[in-house]
């Protein structure tokens, strides 16, 4: 027999017994916890899912006290070390690593998919020029759902395939027409004799010469940073694109939806904002008034603190150590060594240490990123493009999962009820505030 927990209810006098299953009950057990037969059951109340697992999952796994990130099963430090982002792409969506001609199938087909209709290009230029790129990429994700209707039909396997690599091949496009409608320049289309990073960095920054070359660390760094944005299980985005596409909304819209959660500053938002931050603190000397302003309550400590790591993430250890290699490049950001000061004052501070404040993921991307010649506004943008693979990964699990059904949470009413209507020339400004 598994573990019980037995749950008494003093309203009832009854004794109640529940599985425990995965060091978890289930919500829907509690409903049999009834005052009279009028009672609709009891529900738990988890704002903002703080102790909720919406779903099984076997794509990654966090061990948030020990800092741990595992795609598949493969510990993330042995990923960015050994793979490719292509190939960590396949393992995530797939469940394990391609042999060598999967992963060249894999290559050529998305590859093959990254050029865009020209209706798509049409619409972005149909976007003010100084719109924010991450608008830009939203807007135009969820555009493609015009121009791929047959995505409807989410649920056929090939299908859905198709649509996964049209939008992990597409997505570099996007981003790279984005950037370069807002800065005025033409578009570059794909180039299918490059690597995924190579030919991002290609529609990115190519100008007149026939034929764009990457300074190859560069484009290494940049893919194993998008390895590592690549999933981070049930987090804002993640959630966004579960709980959309659970209404079977095409994969596009639910794309775009996530891309859009993304884009705030408390999730991939927060790497536009670190460089902000460095920025006004301006100098390692001003660092420790910038703390004490923070614990003071005026703002946060931008790139700081987790909801699942309780301990350094480790993506930012790995970062950290891209970008020496990437300094050595295109020389040192000096925005690195106020960030490191802040780093180091904050995890002496008791503040920080007491709620188990570490830098996250988006601490030291941005300045790796800045260094490189992306623009801050770009960031998140890049964030994106990698994550798209998890979103994707989320959804398919979720569309196979014979336990989900569309998402639908519970709430707990607080307003009024069975209100005495009044015609409108009887309703008074006074009336109407009061009232609401
Ligand atoms: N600076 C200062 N104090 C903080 C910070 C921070 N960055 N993060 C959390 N705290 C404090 C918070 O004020 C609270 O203190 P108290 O208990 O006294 O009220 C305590 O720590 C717990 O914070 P919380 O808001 O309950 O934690 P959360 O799990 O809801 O929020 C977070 C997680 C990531 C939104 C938050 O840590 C934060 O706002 N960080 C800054 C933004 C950021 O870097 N986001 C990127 C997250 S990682 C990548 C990604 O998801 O895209």
């Known amino acids: 027999m598994g573990d019980i927990i037995a749950i008494s209810d003093s309203r009832t006098g009854r004794t109640y017994t529940l599985p425990i299953e995965n060091g978890t009950i289930r919500a829907m057990d509690l409903r049999q916890l009834k005052t009279g037969p009028d009672d609709f059951g009891l529900m738990t109340y988890d704002p903002a899912f703080m102790n909720t697992a919406s779903c099984r999952s076997s794509i990654s796994f966090i061990d948030g006290d020990k800092g741990i990130l595992e795609y598949r099963g493969y510990p993330i430090e042995v990923l960015a070390e050994n793979c490719n982002f292509l190939e960590v792409a396949y393992l995530l969506l797939f469940g394990n690593l391609p042999n060598g001609d999967e992963l060249k199938g894999w290559v050529y087909e998305i590859t093959h998919h990254s050029m865009l209709h020209e209706s798509t290009k049409k619409f972005t230029e149909g976007i003010r020029y100084n719109a924010h790129p991450m608008s830009m990429l939203v807007s135009t994700v969820a555009a493609l759902s015009a121009v791929y209707p047959d995505a409807r039909d989410v649920q056929s396997a090939d ?131 910038y703390i004490r302003r923070v614990k003071d309550g005026h703002g946060r400590l931008m790139g700081f603190g987790h909801r699942i790591y309780k301990n350094y993430d480790p993506r930012a250890k790995i970062i950290k150590w891209i970008a020496e290699q990437v300094f050595e490049v295109t020389g040192r950001n000096s925005r690195l060594d106020i960030a490191m000061e802040l780093e180091r004052i904050a995890l002496d501070d008791e503040y920080f240490v007491s709620r188990r404040l570490y830098p996250n993921v988006d601490f030291y991307s941005g300045i790796i990123y800045q260094a490189m010649g992306f623009r801050p506004e770009m960031f998140t943008v890049l964030f994106a493009i990698p994550r798209t693979v998890g979103w994707l990964a989320q959804w398919q699990e979720m569309l196979l999962d014979p336990e989900q059904k569309i998402a639908r949470p519970r709430q707990i009413y607080t307003g009024q009820r069975m209100r005495e209507y009044l015609p409108l020339e009887k309703r008074t400004p006074v009336h109407a505030m009061e009232e609401v």
């Open 159 to 289: 299908n859905r395939l198709l649509q996964i690599k049209r939008l992990i091949g597409k997505m570099p496009t996007i981003a790279a027409m984005s950037y370069r409608h807002s800065v005025g320049f033409p578009y570059v289309y794909p180039d299918n004799d490059l690597s995924y990073t190579e030919n991002f960095m290609n529609m990115l920054w190519k100008m007149v010469e026939p034929k764009y070359v990457a300074h190859p660390m560069l484009a290494r760094a940049l893919d194993v940073l998008f390895i590592l944005h690549a999933d981070h299980e049930q987090n804002c985005s993640a959630n966004a694109m579960r709980s959309v596409g659970s209404s079977l909304a095409d994969p596009y819209l639910s794309i775009a939806a996530a891309a859009a959660a993304l884009s705030g500053p408390l999730h991939g938002g927060a790497n536009e904002e670190v460089i902000r931050m460095l920025d006004e603190i301006g100098t390692k000397e001003n660092v420790y008034d």
